[in-house]
């Protein structure tokens, strides 16, 4: 089961830090992803994460001004988002799947309700 929170309303330029907690002993055995979906849009890709934290992988749409993160002893990963702009705003969700990361959102079995980012111009 996995839960986001920290998303919410800011100003084109600042930052949010969006967390996702993982329930259960295996979290630190799973990959994350976040992804997210804008109205009229398609799921996105934005950032994936390996079950280890030693490997990262971004969109280039968010290449440097994203970084994802993970704590396996705390159970959660985290996605810092810096100099958001106004296309940044979308519902965005973690998603976990076993080991590898991987940027096609079919490839994630476990999806948390997502939180809403609105980043005004």
């Known amino acids: 089961q996995l839960v986001e929170s920290g998303g919410g309303l800011v100003q084109a330029g600042g930052s949010l830090k969006l967390s996702c907690a993982g329930s259960g002993r295996t979290f630190s055995s799973y990959a994350m992803g976040w992804f997210r979906q804008a109205p009229g849009k398609e799921r996105e890709f934005v950032a994936a994460?390996?079950?280890?934290?030693?490997?990262?992988y971004y969109a280039d749409s968010v290449k440097g001004r994203f970084t994802i993160s993970r704590d396996n002893a705390k159970n959660t990963g985290s996605l810092q988002m810096d100099s958001l702009k106004p296309e940044d705003t979308a519902v965005y969700y973690c998603a976990a799947r076993y080991f590898t990361a991987a940027t096609l959102s079919d490839e994630y079995a476990s999806w948390g309700q997502g939180t809403q980012v609105t980043v005004s111009s």
């Open positions: 994460i390996s079950s280890t934290g030693l490997s990262t």
